[in-house]
């Protein structure tokens, strides 16, 4: 069974943490994504990769860097983390030959 | 740019028939897509229309007019697990972004 794996169900961190969420997907896709879900705003996109070593930013990068140094791997880093932070974290990937997103089960981060 | 319009909430009973719209503005794209995501879970694909016309699978289908910026989600045959949330989304460039819509709840009432 294919999937995307997060590395955490549900995270606590201080503010001024550096946080590091984790993204595996055993699918080969060359494009994976990270969105955040808020109550009423739906999926905003943060970054995205459509290639080991390249990034690019979506809607919403500012507070975050990511990284894909493996293909399989895509890593969002919050470089200091705030509350406005706290949020439900989606990472998904996707391939050239097909049409739909396969997504991790999410990481709810609490920010406190 | 390119937006999307759903409507927030939608209630339905068992063993009816429900259609959740999409109407979109965009000055190009290869599809639209519909993803469904129970309360706590992740989005999960359900379809894809690149071109005109009804796509169906099982009780699902998807439909997409390009000449009227429209596209509907058809459940038939509704069971109280189709409970959930349902997103339109726009696939603005080989599969690489998507454009989604804010949702639509879906309430299956006994």
């Known amino acids: 069974d294919v999937k995307v794996t997060q590395s955490s169900r549900y995270l606590v961190k201080r503010m001024g943490e550096k946080v590091f969420l984790e993204c595996v997907q055993d699918?080969?896709?060359?494009?994976m994504f990270w969105y955040r879900q808020d109550p009423g705003l739906g999926l905003r996109l943060i970054y995205f990769?459509?290639?080991?070593?390249?990034?690019e930013k979506g809607d919403i990068p500012k507070g975050y860097s990511v990284s894909r140094e493996k293909k399989e791997r895509f890593s969002l880093i919050l470089e200091s983390a705030s509350t406005n932070q706290t949020s439900m974290y989606l990472c998904?990937?996707?391939?050239?030959?097909?049409?739909?997103?396969?997504f991790g089960s999410g990481t709810r981060l609490t920010v406190v | 740019g390119q937006s999307l319009e759903q409507p927030s909430e939608v209630t339905a009973v068992e063993g009816a028939i429900v259609q959740i719209n999409c109407t979109y503005q965009?000055?190009?794209?290869?599809?639209l897509s519909w993803y469904q995501q129970h309360d706590g879970g992740a989005p999960t694909f359900l379809s894809y229309?690149?071109l005109d016309g009804l796509e169906e699978t099982g009780r699902f289908s998807s439909f997409l007019s390009r000449s009227d910026s429209y596209g509907y989600l058809l459940l038939q045959e509704l069971q109280m697990k189709d409970s959930a949330s349902y997103f339109c989304?726009?696939?603005?460039?080989?599969?690489?972004?998507?454009?989604w819509g804010l949702g639509t709840s879906l309430a299956v009432n006994p």
């Open positions: 990769s459509y290639d080991v070593k390249m990034k």
């Open positions: 229309n690149a």
């Open positions: 998904a990937s996707s391939g050239e030959a097909n049409y739909g997103y396969t």
């Open positions: 699918m080969d896709h060359e494009n």
């Open positions: 989304a726009l696939n603005a460039g080989n599969n690489r972004k998507l454009i």
């Open positions: 965009t000055s190009g794209f290869y599809g």
